[in-house]
């Protein structure tokens, strides 16, 4: 089983990354899969999530507009796009997976800092 996150790094105020997680080991495309963050000093937090056939989405308020979550079940691979992002971005993020009552995985986390 694994989790794998890429794409993260530094980036100025206004800025765009976009994240992957490449996932093996268990059936992704029924897996619910999400992106979380963890900044210094704070709680976990989720930021997106998007279910098993992609026909649903969520966000968390802080990056409705700027984020968006996605998919692709064919190469086992889910995606963060990040634009305008913020200094208050900045933080370690993680990828979910999530079947209930099956499993529940998470990746390494990858690191996002938002600085000029």
């Known amino acids: 089983l694994q989790l794998v996150e890429s794409g993260g790094g530094l980036v100025q105020p206004g800025g765009s990354l976009r994240l992957s997680c490449a996932a093996s080991?268990?059936?992704?495309?029924?897996?619910?899969m999400s992106w979380y963050r963890q900044a210094p000093g704070k709680e976990r937090e989720l930021v997106a999530v998007?279910?098993?056939?992609?026909?649903?989405?969520d966000y968390a308020d802080s990056v409705k507009g700027r984020f968006t979550i996605s998919r692709d079940n064919a190469k086992n691979t889910v995606y963060l796009q990040m634009n305008s992002l913020k200094p208050e971005d900045t933080a370690t993020y993680y990828c979910?997976?999530?079947?209930?009552?099956?499993?529940?995985?998470w990746g390494q986390g990858t690191q996002v800092t938002v600085s000029s």
């Open positions: 979910r997976a999530r079947r209930i009552g099956m499993y529940d995985y």
């Open positions: 080991g268990f059936t992704f495309s029924r897996s619910t």
């Open positions: 998007i279910t098993s056939d992609a026909s649903s989405t």
